[in-house]
T-cell receptor
Framework: GENVEQHPSTLSVQEGDSAVIKCTYSDSASNYFPWYKQELGKGPQLIIDIRSNVGEKKDQRIAVTLNKTAKHFSLHITETQPEDSAVYFCAAHTPGGGNKLTFGTGTQLKVEL | DAGVIQSPRHEVTEMGQEVTLRCKPISGHDYLFWYRQTMMRGLELLIYFNNNVPIDDSGMPEDRFSAKMPNASFSTLKIQPSEPRDSAVYFC???????????FGEGSRLTVL
């Protein structure tokens, strides 16, 4: 089955700096890669996603890049703010598995003032 | 829409007791997922349903775990008998057909003493 690895497990940045979280996946058939943000005491919430026919996608301060050849994808957050502090999960979807997602192990992002 | 609704939000029980977690998915969604979240293992998919039918229960850890979806608006996850290692946050999520995005509930935090 699909295996998703995520790094780093914790990340601390100064407000205004950029943050980058990286994930790799194992199944070359995977074609959909969402990123979820989980705030304390809540369920994960989708913040951005990318499909395998696209190399990059941007939404305001967040962007995701995908390298299909290397089987890795990354989340980029620019001009970080305290409210960006949360746990971020990457995930991969493999065709034939319904809407089943395999999640990475999460990155605790802390944005310091 | 009220989103995915889970109950109870918190449950503390003693080893050996039966635990039932409940979920009401978003109306119109075809898929329902049960995830377990722990520090050690992250987000693990336990089981998912499509149109009320269990599709993949390979993540259910043991026979002590069972899940049902008697209709499109209700699902249960039952643990009988519960053990301390079952302590975790259990999330229910739903999604529409082929949309990709999972909508998570706020989770049920289970503590087994």
């Amino acid at each position: 089955g699909e295996n998703v690895e995520q790094h780093p497990s914790t990340l601390s940045v100064q407000e205004g700096d950029s943050a980058v979280i990286k994930c790799t996946y194992s199944d070359s058939a995977s074609n959909y890669f969402p990123w979820y943000k989980q705030e304390l005491g809540k369920g994960p919430q989708l913040i951005i996603d990318i499909r395998s026919n696209v190399g990059e996608k941007k939404d305001q301060r967040i962007a995701v890049t995908l390298n299909k050849t290397a089987k890795h994808f990354s989340l980029h957050i620019t001009e970080t703010q305290p409210e960006d502090s949360a746990v971020y999960f990457c995930a991969a979807h493999t065709p034939g598995g319904g809407n089943k997602l395999t999640f990475g192990t999460g990155t605790q992002l802390k944005v310091e003032l | 829409d009220a989103g995915v609704i889970q109950s109870p939000r918190h449950e503390v029980t003693e080893m050996g007791q039966e635990v039932t977690l409940r979920c009401k998915p978003i109306s119109g969604h075809d898929y329902l997922f049960w995830y377990r979240q722990t520090m050690m293992r992250g987000l693990e998919l336990l089981i998912y349903f499509n149109n009320n039918v269990p599709i993949d229960d390979s993540g259910m850890p043991e026979d002590r775990f069972s899940a049902k979806m008697p209709n499109a608006s209700f699902s249960t996850l039952k643990i009988q008998p519960s053990e301390p290692r079952d302590s975790a946050v259990y999330f229910c999520a739903s999604s529409g057909f082929n949309t990709g995005e999972l909508f998570f509930g706020e989770g049920s935090r289970l503590t087994v003493l």
